[in-house]
C-alpha cells in the first residue's frame, strides 16, 4: 500500500469495456481518485450497457468519453490529446474481443484508437468466460501483447457470474490500483541522491526590474519527479516558477544565477547524479540600488558572465555523474556535442528552444540524447513521459 502515494497527480486512463465486471471499475476509479490520480474515463459502447457513464462521470468528477467521432467529445480532449494527457492507461475490465483488437491494432473505437495512439505503459485487467479465456486464439493475443511489452493482470480464479468455475474472473479493483501505483515505481535509482535545477533564474536590474527567460520549470520538476520514482532522493534547486513541487521532493527555491550556484554547491557534497535542466542565466547585472529613472533616452546595461554551474559540478570532487540540458535555436547536434565535450558532461538531452510547441513553457518536448559512446533521437512526447524515458537512460548509463 506503500506505493499509492505513487499516484499524487498522476493522469491515469480507465478504459472499460463491456463485461459483466465492467460495475467494478466504479471501485477502481474511486481508488486512484482517493489516492490522488487525475482520472479520465474512456468506455467502449457495450461497456454503456453494464454500468452507466453518468456513474463514472460523478466518481471521475469529468465527463466520460464513449465515442470517436463524436463533435462534441472530441472538441473537450480530443482522442489524441487524451492518449498523450495519460501517463499510464489501465483497461478494466478487458473483454476477449478487446484484447484480440488490440492485439492486431485495430482502432474502431476510441478505447482501441486511444491505446494505440499512447505511449504510455499501458495495463489489461482481463475478465471473461473462462473457456474464452483458455480458447488458444486468446492465449495467443495474451502471449502477443505481453510480448509487446503490455501488462496483464490476472484473471482470476474463482466462480463466474455465467457459472463457469475456473480463471476468467477480474482482479479485485484495488489490486489493480496498487499495481498501476507499481507502474510508476522502478527502483533504478533506489539508495541514489539525485540533485535536479529547474526553472529559470532572474537577475535583479534594480530593486523592481529583472532579466530572466522563458522557462516554466515543467522539464525540470517532471524530471525531479521521474528520479523520485526511480527511488532516488530527490533534491530540487528551482528558479522562480508557477509548479507545485512534485511530493517527496526537497525542493529549495532561488532567484539569482548565484543563489542556484550557491544553493546547488553546499548540496554537492552527498550527490550521486546531478541533472541542470535550469535555464540560467549566462549574464548578470550589477542591481541599481533604487529604482532606474527614466530621464535619459538611451540606457547602456553593463552584463557579466556568470559562473557555468554545470561546469562547476562536473569539476568537482567527489564528481556526481553530470547531466546537462542544451537549448539550442540552430545547430542542435553540433553545438550539444560541444557542450558535452566542453563542460566535460557524461549526458547531454538537447532541444530545440524558440519553435513553437517543443522547449520552453508548453507541456511537451523532443530530445536528442548524447552520451559517451552513444545518442538517441526522442520524438515529441510529454515532457513527464521524456522525463522518465531520460531517467532510465541516466540509470543504466550510471550504473555502467
Ligand atoms: O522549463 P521549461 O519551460 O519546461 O523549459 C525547459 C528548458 C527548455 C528550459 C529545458 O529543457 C532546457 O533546455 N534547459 C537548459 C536551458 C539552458 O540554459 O541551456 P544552455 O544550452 O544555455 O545551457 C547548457 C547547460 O548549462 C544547462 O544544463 C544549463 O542549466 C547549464 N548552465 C548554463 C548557464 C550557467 N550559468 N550555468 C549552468 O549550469
Same mark, same amino acid.
Given at each position: ?9 498522476k493522469?491515469?486512463?480507465v ?5 459483466? $465486471? ?9 481508488r ?5 490520480a ?8 457495450? *461497456?454503456?450497457?453494464f454500468i ?5 462521470q460523478?466518481l471521475?468528477?469529468r465527463?466520460?468519453?464513449v ?7 472530441e ?5 489524441i ?6 501517463? @499510464?492507461?489501465?483497461v478494466?475490465? @478487458?473483454? $476477449? ?22 505511449? @504510455?505503459?499501458?495495463l489489461?485487467?482481463?475478465?471473461m ?11 495467443a493475443?495474451?502471449r502477443l501483447?505481453?510480448e ?20 476468467g ?11 498501476v ?8 535509482l ?13 537577475e ?6 529583472y532579466i ?18 526511480a527511488?532516488a532522493?530527490v533534491?530540487?534547486?528551482?528558479g522562480?516558477?508557477a509548479?507545485t513541487?512534485?511530493?517527496r ?19 554537492? *557534497? *552527498?550527490v550521486?547524479?546531478?541533472?541542470g535542466?535550469a ?12 529604482k532606474?529613472?527614466?530621464?535619459? *533616452?538611451?540606457? $547602456? ?11 562547476v559540478?562536473?569539476a568537482?570532487k ?11 535555436t ?16 557524461d549526458?547531454?538531452? $538537447? ?5 513553437p510547441?517543443?522547449g520552453f513553457?508548453?507541456?511537451d ?10 545518442q ?8 513527464r ?7 532510465s ?8
Amino acid at each position: 500500500m506503500q506505493r499509492m502515494g505513487h499516484l499524487v497527480n498522476k493522469r491515469i486512463v480507465v478504459g472499460i469495456t463491456g463485461g459483466i $465486471a465492467a460495475y467494478k471499475a466504479a471501485e477502481l476509479v474511486r481508488r486512484l481518485k482517493d489516492a490522488g490520480a487525475e482520472v479520465r474515463v474512456v468506455m467502449t459502447p457495450a *461497456a454503456t450497457e453494464f454500468i452507466t457513464p453518468l456513474t463514472l462521470q460523478a466518481l471521475s468528477g469529468r465527463p466520460v468519453h464513449v465515442h470517436l467521432l463524436d463533435a462534441s467529445e472530441e472538441s473537450a480532449m480530443g482522442h489524441i490529446a487524451l492518449a498523450r494527457w495519460a501517463d @499510464a492507461v489501465v483497461v478494466a475490465p @478487458a473483454t $476477449a474481443d478487446f484484447m484480440a483488437k488490440l492485439a492486431h491494432g485495430r482502432a474502431d473505437d476510441l478505447l482501441s484508437t486511444l491505446c494505440l495512439a499512447s505511449r @504510455a505503459p499501458l495495463l489489461l485487467a482481463p475478465a471473461m468466460n473462462t473457456v474464452m479465456w483458455e480458447h488458444p486464439a486468446t492465449q495467443a493475443n495474451a502471449r502477443l501483447l505481453r510480448e509487446r511489452g503490455l501488462r496483464l493482470l490476472g484473471p482470476a480464479e474463482g466462480e463466474q457470474a455465467c457459472g463457469e468455475t475456473g480463471p476468467g474472473r477480474m482482479v479485485e479493483p484495488p489490486l489493480i490500483a496498487e499495481t498501476v501505483a507499481g507502474l510508476f515505481v522502478s527502483g533504478v535509482l533506489q539508495g541514489k541522491t539525485v540533485l535536479v535545477t529547474a526553472g529559470p533564474t532572474r537577475e535583479a536590474l534594480d530593486p523592481v526590474r529583472y532579466i530572466s527567460n522563458r522557462s516554466s520549470g515543467k522539464m525540470g520538476y517532471a524530471v525531479a519527479e521521474a528520479a523520485m520514482e526511480a527511488g532516488a532522493r530527490v533534491l530540487l534547486v528551482s528558479g522562480p516558477t508557477a509548479l507545485t513541487p512534485p511530493p517527496r521532493v526537497e525542493c529549495v527555491t532561488v532567484e539569482s544565477a548565484a543563489e542556484m550556484h550557491e544553493a546547488v554547491l553546499a548540496r554537492l *557534497a *552527498a550527490v550521486d547524479i546531478f541533472i541542470g535542466a535550469a535555464a540560467v542565466a549566462d549574464y548578470t547585472s550589477a542591481a541599481a540600488p533604487q529604482k532606474i529613472k527614466k530621464n535619459d *533616452a538611451r540606457v $547602456a546595461l553593463e552584463l557579466t558572465r556568470t559562473l557555468d554551474i554545470v561546469a562547476v559540478v562536473a569539476a568537482h570532487k567527489p564528481r556526481p555523474y553530470t547531466v546537462a540540458f542544451a537549448a539550442e535555436t540552430e545547430n542542435l547536434l553540433a553545438n550539444a556535442q560541444h557542450k558535452l565535450e566542453a563542460k566535460n558532461l557524461d549526458l547531454v538531452a $538537447a532541444n530545440w528552444v524558440g519553435r513553437p510547441g517543443l522547449g520552453f513553457d508548453g507541456d511537451d518536448n523532443a530530445l536528442t540524447v548524447l552520451w559517451r559512446g552513444g545518442q538517441a533521437e526522442w520524438p515529441a512526447a510529454s515532457k513527464r513521459a521524456l522525463a522518465r524515458q531520460l531517467i532510465s537512460l541516466i540509470a543504466e548509463q550510471y550504473h555502467a
